[in-house]
């Protein structure tokens, strides 16, 4: 099924008789979706984009690739910098900004910047019983709510299928900078990313590799600015950090290739095992870490996310114990483990209560939330 209008995708929800397993890019191939696959790649394209008002309007089958292009013409950027799941999952086809609305991808800079969800102004899409919904604006000063906005990012395809995002955009900074401190531990490196969140000199990355893309711990902590700014700032983060002798890496593309090496989690690649995703308390990384004995890691926002590469059939919430607060995703699972953190007895049932709103015949991605 591979709709062309929002009109024709209307009428293909109406009309199914059995479940729907919707699909983007195909990129993003999380969870245990079942059904006939229903294609939104077709209804693509930029409707609008006003750079002086850092707006962009585009329908749901764009490819990221595509909306990047736009932006980097004008000098802009999608600020929550979302990530490529392709050589983490295996997967082929090209990312979409639906997919990325729809999973609320967000990479290293959501510690500063905020997430997908924070950038969406507005939302067009088709409910489970075939109905055509909109919500928000179009522009930062027409937009009229956020609510089903948020409900939707996130919400992987389960209570509806985006036709339209409506998003803010930022102009890109005149200038980078990465702090690169070699050879910490975990245990070294998340207060000293702590640190430097918790400092003035405004950072929008905070990782550790403890594999880098040489072989050795790097722990990266970037700023971004005007270049006077981030010349002052990142001499005041050597200052903080003398002890552990940091370099400061201000080559656009070395820069670039380090972070995306975070965001994309590269050292995960083309190595087996499962997956998992752990949102955490920063402060908690280095102990969950040694609870999860994985055969590789990698810390984001400070040590708020963990990507764990575990053994095939590991239940990463097994290891964790039953006093782990936090979400653990399994993003890349073999056998019959949940996809997402199990909900508490009364979230569980709001969530059961808006898909059964949304979605009254069950038809959207059946059994990825289970």
Known sequence: MRPETETELAEMIR????????RGGGTRTVGRSAGEVLETGTMSGIVLHEPGALTLVARAGTPLAEIEAALEAEGQR?????????????TDGAPTIGGAAAANVSGPRRVQAGACRDFMLGVRFVDGAGRVV?????VM??????????LMAGSWGTLGVMTEIAFKVLPKPAATATLVL????????VPVLSQALGSPFDVSGAAHLPEGPEGGPLTLVRIEGFADSVAYRGGRLSELFARHQPVVETDAARGAALWK????VESFHGKPGDVWRISCTPSDAPALAARLGAEALVFDWGGGLIWALLPEGTDARDRLGAGFRGHATAVRASGDLPTFQPEPAPVAALSAGLRAR???KGL???????
Do not use: I, W
């Not at 009309?15 to 919707?22: F, H, M």
């Not at 909109?134 to 179009?138: D, L, T």
């Not at 959207?364 to 289970?370: E, S």
């Open 15 to 22: 009309d199914a008789s059995g479940p729907l397993r919707v």
């Open 78 to 90: 999608l600020a929550f910098e979302p990530m490529d799941h392709r050589g983490l999952l295996g």
């Open 134 to 138: 909109s919500n928000g604006g179009r």
């Open 141 to 150: 000063k027409n937009v009229t709510g956020y609510d089903l906005v948020k």
């Open 182 to 189: 070699a050879g910490l531990s975990p245990e070294e490196a």
């Open 261 to 264: 090496a975070v965001r994309d």
């Open 358 to 360: 949304f979605d009254p």
């Open 364 to 370: 959207l991605n059946p059994g990825l939330m289970a």
